[in-house]
């Protein structure tokens, strides 16, 4: 399917998406493109009952209200939203790269000095919402955007992103987060499993993605060619039957860093980092500028 004229953009190259929305290259045909040339054009494809595509409409327009009222440079910019030709879409920032996620599935190993300014990065923008009082709620690699020259670092979809004490804008999947197949590796802290996220369920994603990056793609001489699977199944069955505390435990990394994520991803909340500015002061000392 093929929306020809979106807010005067007509949509190009299939970025990706899932089960319910799509994601589009879209280029303005106009003299003076509203949001500049290209955008990003996400579209939702509606499925199941009638309650079922209400709910898929207000999360989605719930997203790009949240989304529309941010503006951080590692947060990916949501410009405009609205109804098209029966379709919904929303208007975003174009990335000319790809997800975290796809990054870490490449061979190629990257130095620790790398990988911490990527987290940098994100944690900035994190930071940034948890201050406009959102939690995002599924802070994983897939839903970090990098441009190939990796200038560009930014936190992305706020689908399940909940906004804590308004009531008039409850929490509609409040049980949702991401786990890997096979539970491989969870995202999800205790207490955002059992419907009540809070910033500190951000940093606990936030933390459980620091491991993953590390321990995927730190360069180690000797160990060039391991692949994401070979770097993170043994590690992640060791972790998940209580063996080692985190993924990057056996790595040659310094000891306050893996510090740094233990304390990030504490099962107890009195004993996780009470906000995400204490954790980017401690984690600045590692970031060169």
């Not at 709910?55 to 910019?77: D, G, P, T, Y």
């Not at 870490?104 to 930071?127: A, H, N, Q, T």
């Not at 360069?219 to 692949?227: A, H, L, R, S």
Request: with cysteine; glycine share 6%; charged share 30%.
């Amino acid at each position: 399917m093929r929306i020809k004229n979106f807010g005067g953009y007509s949509l190009g190259e299939y970025l990706g998406g899932g089960l319910y929305t799509k994601v589009y290259k879209a280029y303005s045909f106009l003299a003076k493109p509203p949001y500049g040339n290209p955008v990003a054009i996400k579209i939702l494809y509606l499925k199941g009952s009638i309650l079922e595509r209400n709910k898929l409409i207000k999360q989605f327009e719930r997203e790009a209200e949240i989304a529309m009222n941010l503006e951080h440079s590692n947060i990916v910019k949501v410009y405009n939203f609205g109804k098209f030709d029966h379709h919904y879409a929303m208007i975003m920032e174009y990335i000319d790269g790809k997800n975290l996620k796809e990054y870490l599935y490449e061979r190629e190993k990257w130095s620790l000095d790398k990988i911490l300014r990527i987290c940098y990065e994100v944690g900035k923008g994190l930071e940034y919402i948890h201050k406009n009082n959102i939690v995002h709620k599924d802070v994983k690699p897939d839903n970090i955007l990098i441009s190939y020259d990796f200038k560009i670092i930014k936190l992305t979809d706020f689908g399940i992103a909940k906004l804590p004490g308004k009531i008039w804008k409850k929490d509609i999947f409040p049980r949702s987060g991401t786990v890997t197949k096979f539970g491989i590796i969870s995202y999800i802290s205790k207490e955002q499993a059992e419907g009540n996220a809070t910033f500190q369920s951000d940093i606990y994603s936030f933390g459980v993605t620091m491991d993953e990056i590390i321990t995927a793609k730190l360069y180690i001489e000797g160990k060039e060619e391991e692949d994401y699977f070979k770097r993170i199944d043994i590690r992640a069955y060791r972790k998940n039957t209580g063996k080692q505390r985190i993924l990057c435990e056996d790595l040659p990394i310094p000891s306050e860093l893996k510090e740094i994520i233990k304390k990030a991803t504490e099962e107890e909340l009195t004993m996780r980092y009470q906000s995400m500015s204490y954790l980017l002061e401690d984690l600045k000392n590692f970031v060169k500028e």
